[in-house]
């Protein structure tokens, strides 16, 4: 029996037949002993086929093996091409009565499609006839082809403020992210070219959809929902002002802590040593040293602002960060928290810093009781020569050496208090924008924490050591005043012995400079990315005309003008840094070329004006301790050096027969072999005087420079013994 297809065999003990393939399913070719298939989902047939075919125009299929139904009323199906497992609601302004329709008929009224792509229509009316369509509100996309009130979604860079929190219903609609790849959305074009990610694929035309369940970028590392997308996920931690990066593994980030930890300790001892080994002296090291450390706090203040940094220049104000200040740079706790919030970490960082000047301060005088009593030079004993250094000496100048390290940091942190920003109605904590400003927990700190940050770091601090200063300040320029009292040079000379006895306040001047520099990164966020940058490079330029105006330094010798150039050149660079960095965020990623020219320049000047202070800062150290046995030791070593490199010189000349230049050459090596010999053999008690040991100590002589009451200049030569 032939077997017809769209039919299926069945056999029983004693013949076999076949059977028709039932609606929603399909017979094989050729027939087989199987029953039939099931269509897939939005495809059905007719009997004793062998395929199915997508549903009709107004009907839909929703399971496999089901029939084609019709579209119920006040809904449309309007293909036959591909299968349809259901069927669209009649858009806003269409109807459909009846059933199995392909298409809705119109209302009359506006539909989404009839606006621009930079309007959307407003379908709140309870009035269909009152819809019309609206501008987009700023940052709103509204390139979808149901651009409508209710599902319209936020372009990319911005955050759709909750209707509960807007100051206007129907205007300030979205508020812009402080970073903006953080926040999901439609295409923006006023960002076009400004961010890409890893394929080179621009950012802000990459989101074709505005209508996300999940806001923000949580490839970046940021919550999948929060306020502006600016909290960051589990297991990352805060980057520079606004960015999220991944936590290192707990061993690694605990190993960095530890490192942290001993390179505050090793910094605290090397300035605090170098402090008092200087006592009341005005050595060139100390202020090259303290130049420095202002440059690179200053410096490592412009990872706060927002630009678009490089990872390369991210890593270097990291560096300069954590050799010039204590704070974040060095230590950073936000991997090892265990606080549920942003705003509890950052509450709990607030105590922590609030404290550490305190609590180091007590450490500080328990440490030099103690020693003083080992010593057998009690704390509050009166010092019997005024050039002694006692206890309470070394107390004050290990206080005021943590404080200076740690001025920029207490200001940071005393500014973030009272940075708020206004998203909608309510103000939010920049460092968390789910915690409310001035109200519960902010409020009391604010009372508890901020306010006296305020009045006793920030502000207090330097007008303590000034009017401290001003107390002893010379009445005239040409008076001595403050460096005539040796217990003062001592315990405050870090703040005024760098500069002219009529500038003595300069130190509050440099300070304001940081404070101004710390605010503006802070508070500064209102202005905008550019305008706080601009503001930045204004605030840099008018340092740079104080300090050529002001000429503050004290110039004891030649080789202390050298002060005035590299307090110069650090303003400049950092004015160059800032400039550069505006440039960089301006021209966007796709500026290739421009941007790898001003990293590099940035890098560089960086780091050549750092190894310019660093050989300015060994040489000086050098020559101010050159009656120390390390100095000899390695000055003795240099001179052996040179003078076996002279001695193979005068050997190639003797080949050449050139025996008086040899013998000149050969000159001081017979001195020092004969300096050698005439050592081993001398009696005890007697010394033998090199001559080139004496040629160098009468051109390393030092004077100190000083001014009559007429004012004019005199040198005195130093007692180095």
Not at 142 to 157: E, I, K, V, Y
Not at 183 to 209: E, F, I, M, T, V
Not at 362 to 387: D, I, Q, S
Not at 659 to 670: G, I, P, R, T
Request: proline share 5%.
């Amino acid at each position: 029996v032939e077997v017809p297809l769209g039919s299926y065999i069945t056999c029983s003990k004693t013949e076999c037949d076949f059977a028709s393939c039932l609606e929603g399913t399909y017979g094989e070719n050729p027939p087989a002993n199987a029953t039939c298939k099931k269509c897939l989902a939005g495809q059905s047939s007719f009997n004793s086929s062998i395929a199915c075919t997508p549903c009709g125009k107004g009907t839909f299929a929703p399971r496999n093996g089901s029939l084609c139904r019709e579209c119920p009323r006040g809904f449309f199906q309007p293909q036959s091409a591909t299968p349809s497992t259901r069927c669209e609601r009649c858009p806003a302004g269409y109807a459909q009565n009846a059933t199995g329709e392909s298409a809705c008929t119109s209302l009359g009224w506006l539909h989404p499609e009839d606006c621009t792509s930079e309007q959307y229509l407003n379908n709140t009316a309870a009035n269909q006839q009152d819809w019309q369509c609206v501008t987009c509100p700023a940052g709103g996309s509204c390139l979808s082809t149901n651009a409508t009130w209710d599902p319209l979604g936020p372009m990319f860079g911005f955050w759709k403020i909750p209707a509960a929190d807007r100051t206007d219903a129907w205007h300030n609609v979205f508020a812009e992210c402080d970073y903006h790849p953080a926040c999901l959305g439609g295409p923006n074009p006023a960002l076009a070219g400004r961010y890409l990610d890893g394929d080179g694929q621009d950012l802000a035309d990459k989101r074709q959809s505005a209508n996300y369940s999940q806001p923000c970028a949580t490839e970046l590392g940021f919550k999948a929902s929060s306020r502006l997308c600016h909290a960051c996920a589990q297991g990352h931690r805060r980057q520079g002002a606004n960015q999220c990066a991944q936590c290192p593994q707990a061993g690694q980030n605990w190993g960095l802590i530890v490192l942290g930890v001993l390179l505050i300790l090793g910094m605290l001892v090397y300035v605090v040593s170098s402090t008092l080994g200087q006592g009341d002296k005005m050595d060139l090291s100390q202020s090259v040293q303290k130049i420095m450390l202002s440059y690179l706090q200053v410096i490592a203040l412009a990872q706060s602002f927002p630009l678009r940094w490089p990872a390369s220049l991210r890593t270097l104000f990291e560096i300069q960060g954590a050799v010039s200040t204590l704070g974040d740079h060095i230590v950073n706790v936000d991997c090892i928290s265990a606080s549920e919030s942003g705003a509890e970490l950052f509450y709990g960082k607030q105590v922590m810093y609030a404290l550490v000047p305190l609590l180091t301060g007590l450490l500080g005088f328990l440490f030099w009781y103690a020693y003083g009593m080992r010593r057998g030079v009690p704390f509050f004993a009166k010092r019997t020569e005024p050039k002694d250094k006692t206890p309470k000496d070394k107390f004050v100048v290990t206080v005021t050496a943590i404080v200076f390290l740690m001025y920029p940091t207490l200001c940071t942190q005393a500014f973030s208090v009272f940075s708020c920003r206004w998203v909608g109605t309510k103000q939010y904590l920049q460092v968390d924008f789910q915690e409310s400003c001035y109200m519960g927990r902010h409020f009391v700190f604010v009372l508890a924490l901020g306010m006296p940050q305020l009045l006793l770091y920030v502000f207090g601090l330097p007008l303590l050591v000034l009017g401290f200063l001003r107390r002893h300040a010379p009445a005239t320029a040409t008076e001595e005043g403050l460096f005539a009292l040796p217990p003062v040079v001592t315990r405050w000379g870090l703040f005024f012995k760098s500069y002219k006895p009529n500038r003595y306040f300069w130190e509050t001047i440099v300070s304001a400079r940081k404070v101004s520099v710390v605010a503006l990164s802070v508070f500064g966020k209102e202005l905008g990315v550019e305008r706080q940058s601009q503001v930045a490079l204004f605030l840099l330029l008018v340092c740079i005309v104080l300090e050529i105006s002001g000429e503050p330094f004290r110039e004891l010798t030649d080789a202390h003008a050298v002060l005035r150039r590299l307090e110069l050149s650090a303003l400049l660079v950092a004015w160059g840094t800032f400039w550069c960095g505006l440039m960089i965020h301006k021209s966007g990623p796709k500026s290739e070329g421009m941007n790898i020219f001003m990293t590099v320049s940035v890098i560089v000047c960086n780091v050549v004006l750092t190894l310019w202070f660093l050989r300015v800062l060994v040489a000086a150290y050098v020559a101010e301790k050159k009656d120390s046995a390390v100095v000899k030791r390695v000055l003795r070593l240099g001179k052996r050096l040179t003078l076996g490199r002279r001695s193979s010189a005068s050997f190639e000349e003797n080949q050449t027969g050139s025996v008086e230049e040899n013998q000149a050459a050969s000159f001081e090596v017979n001195q020092a072999a004969s300096f050698e010999e005439n050592q081993a053999g001398v009696p005890a008690g007697s010394t033998v005087v090199n001559p080139l040991e004496q040629e160098l100590e009468l051109s390393q002589r030092r004077f100190s420079k000083h001014m009559t009451a007429e004012g004019r200049d005199y040198y005195v030569e130093e007692d180095t013994n």
